[in-house]
Structure formats: structure tokens, C-alpha cells
């Protein structure tokens, strides 16, 4: 796979996730409302960081370990004008994020059993 096609894939992921994560699974996810950061140590950096570019629902949609989060930070430094944040914020960030808005066990209901399933008439 090449970089740019990398790089588009990132780039759709990242978009598509807030759609697809509605579903919180962690306590904090739940205990937040609609778009408003979990008030546990390092939120105030995340907003001061974090929210110049974009809106915090994004941000509580979204989960994944601290690679995954890491991921994120990266591509948007590379691509969107994030600039360095530097070790000791990034891993203050990267805390806060991994803490808060952990990676999921599920995202999505499972499928319906087959005799569940409406039947399809034939056209």
C-alpha cells in the first residue's frame, strides 16, 4: 500500500469514525453529554490543543488506545497543520485520551440471526 493511499485510508477512518463509534462503551464516555470533554485531569490541555482545529465531539465519539490516539496526532500534525506539541503535552494528552475515551471492546450491535431477518421480495 503506498503512502498516499495510506494516507487517504487514515484520512477516511479518522472521518468516518465519529458516524461509526455512537455506541459509548466506558463510564466516562457515558457520563459526558453531548460533545462536552470528561473534566478529569488534562481535559483543560486537550481543550486548549485540541479544539482550535476542531469541535470536542469529536473528540468523545472517537476512541482507541494510546496508538491509535497517537495515530490520529500524528496525521494531523502531517496534514493538518498541527504543529509539535513536544514529549511531556503529547504524553499528557495521549493520558488523558487513553484514560477517557479507551478503546472499545464493540461498536456495533451483532447482526441478526438469520430467521430474524425480513424477507426480501422478489423483484
Known amino acids: ?10 484520512t477516511f477512518i ?18 459526558s453529554t453531548a460533545g462536552e470533554l470528561v473534566q478529569e485531569e488534562g481535559w483543560q490541555l486537550v481543550r486548549d490543543n485540541c479544539t482550535e482545529c476542531h469541535s470536542s465531539l469529536i473528540i468523545v465519539q472517537n476512541s482507541g488506545n494510546r496508538e491509535v490516539w ?16 513536544g514529549p511531556e503535552l503529547e504524553g499528557s494528552i495521549l493520558d488523558y485520551l487513553t ?16 430467521h430474524l431477518m425480513p424477507t426480501t421480495p422478489n423483484l
Open 1 to 10: 500500500m503506498t503512502n498516499r493511499m495510506k494516507l487517504i485510508w487514515l
Open 14 to 31: 479518522t472521518l468516518s469514525l465519529p458516524l461509526l463509534l455512537t455506541t459509548a462503551s466506558s463510564t466516562a464516555q457515558e457520563s
Open 99 to 114: 484514560s477517557n475515551y479507551g478503546q472499545k471492546t464493540a461498536s456495533r450491535r451483532q447482526t441478526l440471526p438469520t
Open 70 to 85: 497517537k495515530s490520529r496526532i500524528e496525521w494531523m500534525q502531517s496534514s493538518q497543520g498541527l504543529g509539535d506539541l
